[in-house]
C-alpha cells in the first residue's frame, strides 16, 4: 500500500505519544523524591471527558489542573477528531495490535456509529444527576487502568522470574551480566515492589475484549463504542481541517471501502467521524485527496442522530441515578471502605474519581486497591485502602499529586499528617496479649504518629492458673489517622487482629460538636 | 586400560557412594553459623563529643583502631539502623555521619568491600534516603562503597542451634558470608525489649515475618545473636530516643547524650548502653537471655574500659 507522507507522520506522532505516555507511567513511581517531579497524570489532564466529570461534579471546576482538557476540545473544534488519530494511545495500542489479532473487514451497518453518541449522552446525563460512569468507559481510563493493574504486574512478574533464573542459576556469561543489570532494571524500569492488585485478571479482561473487538472492524472501539470519540465527534462537526474532495469520486469510490472509519460518503466526508488517520492522501490512486483549511459551514454531513435515540439515552440516563441511590450508602454500610488521604466526601468523590489508577500506580505502599463492589454499585475500579496488602506511608502525599480530578485533594505534609482515613480497632478474640496472654507490640512500635496512637497498658492477668503482667495496646482514638500500618504488619496470620474502619474519617460532614466521640 | 569385572565395579561403586555419604555426615560441610564466643574480659570504649566523625575515630582508637578488626581484602558489612522513615534529628535512625566514618575506617583499615543494609519497616527507598545515610553514602565516592537495597532472593533458612524459641529461620546471606560484619544501632526505648540497641539492630538481617520475634523478644533475640557474629558493636547514642521508640517522631523524646559505645562483645555494649537510660544490665531482658547463653558479659565490672 502506497503511504503518504502524512500517513508517516501520523504514525510517528502516534509512536511518540505513546512513548511519552509510558515514559510517564513509569515515572509515576516514587524514585526518592518526595514531590514528584514531572507531570505524570497528563494523559487525563488532556482529557476532555475528564474535564468533564469534573465540570460536572459538585464543587468548583479545577482550571489549574484540566485547562490542556480544554486547549484539546478547543483544537478538535478547529480541526477535528486528530486526537483519536494521532494521539490516543488506546487508538495507537488497538492500530499495533490489530494486525496481531487479525483485523476483521466486516463493514458493519453505519447506524452502529450512533452507539457511541447514545452511550455518551446516557453518561453525561447520569452524571448531571449525580452518578458519575464516564471512567468507566473512557479510553485513556481504560489504557491506563489496563496497563496499572494488569500489564505492568505481569511485566514485573515475568522479569523478576527471569531474574530468579539467573541469580538461581549460574549460567556462563550471562548470569554475570543479567544480575549486574538487575540494579538498573529494578531503578528505573521496573516497579520497586512487585505490584499486586486484586482486580487484575478482570480488568485485563476488559482490556482484551476490546481488543478482540479489532477483529470485528478495524478500531471498532474508537468508531461505535467510545464516548470520548463520541464528544469529540460533536466537537468537530464543522472543523476547518477538510478534506478534498468531500465526497466519494464518482469513478473510483476506492475510499469507500479503505477508510477506516467510514467517514467518506457520497453525500461529502463526516468530520465527526474522520480520525484523521490520513491514508487515504496516500491510497487514492490518482492522488486526488488533500487536507487543508477551509472555512466553510455549509454542506457538512452531520452526525447521524435520530430523535428518539437521543430522548431513551437521555431517559436511561435520568434512571440510573435514582436506582443507584435509592439503595443503602455503602460507605456507612462497609466499614472497611476506606479512601486515600484527602479523598473529597464520599458523594463528591465517586462524581470526581474518574478510575484512572494513576493513584493506585503511584502509591507507595501497595495500599491502594481497586474496589469491585466493596464502594457500591458505581465505585468500581475506584481506589480503596486495602491495609491488610499494604499501609499508607505517613510521609508520603504521591496520591494526592497525581489525581488529575481533585478526587484526591493534594495535601501538603502536615495537613496530609492530620488527615484522618479511619480508625484502628483491635480485635480482642485474636490480638494475642488479649486472646492468649503472649506479649507482643508490633502495632505499637509501627504507629508513625509523634505521640503514639497505640500504646501499651500493663495488667495483670491470668494464664494457666498463674498471674502474669502482660502489655495490652490500646488504640488513642484522638490520635489514630487510620494509616494502617498497624494491619499491615500484624503477624498474627490471616486476617489481621487490628483493622482499620472508616470511622471518623476527617472527610465526613460532622455536625458541629464541641468534642466529638473522637476527639 | 585396565579392565575391571562387574563384581569389582559394584564393589568399587558402592565403597566410593559409602565414603561419600559418610563425608556428607561430617557437621563441617554444613554451613555453620559462626559460633559467638564470649571473651575473659572484653573492652569496652565508651567516649564523648559533639563532632561526630572526630567521637567515631576516638572510639574506635581506644579499641586498638579499625586494624583490629578489619583485615586488608576482607569484605565488611556495616549494618546500621535504618529502620524508618524519619529525619536525623529524630533519632530513630543511626546517625549518618557515624556511618560514614565507620565506612571511611574500613576502608582506611584495607577493606576490599563496603556494604551497607538494612531491612527497613518504612519503605527502604525512604528510609535510605530521608535518614541521611544514602547521601552520607555517597559523600566517600569509592567504588568500593555500596549503600544496598536487600535482595529478596539472597535469604536462605539457617538451622539455629540451640535455638530457644525458633530451630531455623530466614537470613540474609550477604550478611552472614561477609568477613566482618559491625553493627551499627542507635540506643531507642523501644515497648517490649525496653531498648533497642545491638542484638535488636542484628532484626533487620533476617527474613521471614520478624513481628513473631516479638511473643518471645528476649529469647529470640538471643537466637539471632547466636547466628550472626557481630565482630564489633558500635552503639550510637549521640542522640537517643526515650519515649515513643522505636519509631519516634517527636523533638521532644530525644536526648542528646553525644556519646558513642563500641566493643566487640555485644553484650557487653547493650549492658553499658542500658545505663544512658538510667537503667541497669539487667533490666534488659535480651541482655540477661544472651549473657546466660554465653554470647557475650553483661557484668559491667567484669568488662575492661578502654
Excluded at chain 1, 336 to 358: D, K, S, W
Aim: charged share 20%; hydrophobic share 45%.
Amino acid at each position: 500500500m502506497k503511504q503518504s507522507r502524512w500517513t508517516y507522520a501520523r504514525c510517528l506522532s502516534q509512536i511518540f505519544c505513546l512513548a511519552v505516555f509510558l515514559w510517564l507511567f513509569l515515572q509515576t513511581e516514587y524514585r526518592g523524591i518526595d514531590q514528584l517531579p514531572y507531570p505524570v497524570s497528563l494523559l487525563f489532564r488532556i482529557d476532555p471527558l475528564a474535564a468533564l466529570a469534573d465540570f460536572l461534579a459538585p464543587g468548583s471546576f479545577g482550571w489549574k489542573l484540566l485547562w490542556p482538557a480544554l486547549v484539546v476540545l478547543l483544537l478538535t473544534v478547529l480541526f477535528g477528531r486528530f486526537f483519536c488519530g494521532w494521539i490516543c494511545p488506546l487508538g495507537t495500542t488497538l492500530d499495533g495490535l490489530g494486525k496481531l489479532v487479525g483485523r476483521g473487514r466486516r463493514a458493519y451497518s453505519p447506524s452502529w456509529r450512533r452507539v457511541k453518541y447514545y452511550l455518551l449522552i446516557a453518561m453525561g446525563t447520569a452524571t448531571v444527576c449525580g452518578v458519575q460512569l464516564l471512567g468507566l468507559f473512557d479510553p485513556l481510563a481504560i489504557f491506563l487502568r489496563s496497563l496499572t493493574l494488569a500489564v505492568y504486574p505481569a511485566y514485573n512478574y515475568g522479569l523478576n522470574r527471569v531474574f530468579d533464573f539467573f541469580y538461581k542459576h549460574e549460567v556462563p556469561l550471562l548470569s554475570s551480566a543479567v544480575k549486574g543489570s538487575y540494579p538498573l532494571f529494578r531503578d528505573y524500569l521496573m516497579a520497586f515492589y512487585q505490584p499486586i492488585f486484586a482486580l487484575s485478571f478482570f480488568t485485563l479482561l476488559v482490556f482484551l475484549a476490546i481488543v478482540l473487538l479489532e477483529r470485528v472492524e478495524q478500531r471498532f472501539w474508537c468508531k461505535n463504542i467510545c464516548p470520548l470519540g463520541g464528544l469529540l465527534g460533536l466537537c468537530s462537526r464543522y472543523a476547518l481541517l477538510q478534506r478534498t474532495p468531500q465526497a466519494l469520486c464518482a469513478d473510483c469510490q476506492v475510499c469507500d471501502s479503505r477508510c477506516r472509519s467510514g467517514a467518506v460518503r457520497g453525500s461529502g466526508h463526516i468530520r465527526s467521524e474522520c480520525l484523521l488517520c490520513m491514508d487515504c492522501t496516500g491510497f487514492c490512486p490518482d492522488e486526488r485527496v488533500s487536507f487543508g483549511v477551509k472555512a466553510s459551514l455549509a454542506g457538512a454531513p452531520g452526525v447521524d442522530l435520530q430523535r428518539r435515540g437521543v430522548l431513551t439515552a437521555m431517559a436511561s440516563g435520568i434512571m440510573i441515578a435514582p436506582v443507584v441511590r435509592i439503595g443503602p450508602v455503602t460507605h456507612e454500610q462497609n466499614p472497611y471502605l476506606i479512601r486515600p488521604p484527602g479523598a473529597v466526601h464520599e458523594e463528591e468523590f465517586l462524581q470526581r474519581c474518574v478510575r484512572c489508577a494513576e493513584c493506585m500506580k503511584v502509591c507507595i505502599g501497595r495500599a491502594l486497591q481497586p474496589a469491585l463492589l466493596e464502594a457500591g454499585p458505581v465505585g468500581l475500579w475506584t481506589p480503596l485502602v486495602v491495609p491488610r496488602i499494604g499501609y499508607c506511608e505517613y510521609n508520603c502525599t504521591l496520591c494526592g499529586q497525581v489525581c488529575p480530578t481533585g478526587a484526591i485533594a493534594p495535601l501538603k505534609l502536615p495537613e496530609k499528617q492530620k488527615n484522618v482515613i479511619g480508625l484502628a480497632v483491635i480485635k480482642k478474640d485474636r490480638c494475642l496479649p488479649y486472646a492468649k496472654g503472649v506479649e507482643c507490640l508490633v502495632c505499637e512500635e509501627h504507629c508513625p504518629t509523634g505521640e503514639k496512637a497505640i500504646i501499651l497498658e500493663e495488667k495483670d492477668i491470668l494464664v494457666d492458673g498463674q498471674l502474669r503482667r502482660v502489655k495490652f495496646p490500646k488504640v488513642v482514638d484522638r490520635l489514630c489517622i487510620g494509616c494502617g500500618i498497624c494491619e499491615t504488619k500484624c503477624p498474627v496470620e490471616g486476617a489481621s487482629a487490628v483493622r482499620i474502619i472508616n470511622e471518623g474519617e476527617s472527610r465526613r460532614k460532622r455536625s458541629a460538636l464541641l468534642s466529638t466521640p473522637y476527639g | 586400560m585396565t579392565r575391571i569385572d562387574r563384581r569389582t565395579f559394584i564393589r568399587k561403586s558402592l565403597k566410593t557412594a559409602l565414603a561419600a555419604s559418610a563425608a556428607g555426615c561430617l557437621p563441617a560441610l554444613e554451613l555453620l553459623p559462626l559460633p559467638a564466643c564470649a571473651r575473659e574480659t572484653p573492652p569496652l570504649a565508651v567516649r564523648k563529643g559533639a563532632e561526630v566523625p572526630l567521637l567515631v575515630r576516638e572510639t574506635v582508637a581506644a579499641l586498638g583502631g579499625m586494624d583490629r578488626f578489619v583485615r586488608p581484602g576482607d569484605i565488611v558489612v556495616v549494618k546500621p539502623n535504618i529502620g524508618w522513615d524519619r529525619t536525623v534529628e529524630l533519632a530513630a535512625n543511626t546517625h549518618p555521619e557515624v556511618v560514614k566514618t565507620l565506612v571511611q575506617l574500613c576502608l582506611e583499615a584495607g577493606a576490599k568491600f563496603v556494604r551497607i543494609f538494612d531491612r527497613s519497616c518504612n519503605d527502604e527507598r525512604r528510609c535510605y534516603t530521608r535518614s541521611g545515610i544514602r547521601d552520607a553514602i555517597e559523600k566517600i565516592r569509592s567504588d568500593r562503597v555500596s549503600l544496598e537495597y536487600m535482595n529478596s532472593r539472597f535469604y536462605k533458612e539457617l538451622e539455629i542451634r540451640g535455638g530457644q524459641t525458633f530451630d531455623r529461620w530466614e537470613f540474609y546471606l550477604p550478611a552472614i558470608e561477609a568477613d566482618r560484619f559491625i553493627n551499627v544501632p542507635i540506643a531507642k526505648h523501644h515497648s517490649i525489649s525496653r531498648l533497642t540497641l545491638g542484638m535488636k539492630n542484628l532484626m533487620g538481617v533476617i527474613g521471614g515475618n520478624r513481628g513473631r520475634l516479638h511473643y518471645n523478644i528476649a529469647e529470640s533475640l538471643a537466637d539471632i545473636a547466636s547466628v550472626i557474629h557481630s565482630d564489633l558493636t558500635v552503639i550510637d547514642a549521640t542522640r537517643i530516643l526515650v519515649a515513643n521508640g522505636p519509631q519516634g517522631g517527636r523533638l521532644q523524646d530525644v536526648r542528646s547524650p553525644e556519646t558513642l559505645i563500641a566493643s566487640p562483645d555485644i553484650v557487653a555494649a547493650d549492658a553499658y548502653a542500658a545505663t544512658l537510660f538510667d537503667l541497669k544490665p539487667q533490666d534488659i531482658p535480651s541482655v540477661v537471655a544472651a549473657a546466660r547463653r554465653g554470647l557475650g558479659v553483661m557484668n559491667l565490672s567484669e568488662v575492661r574500659m578502654v
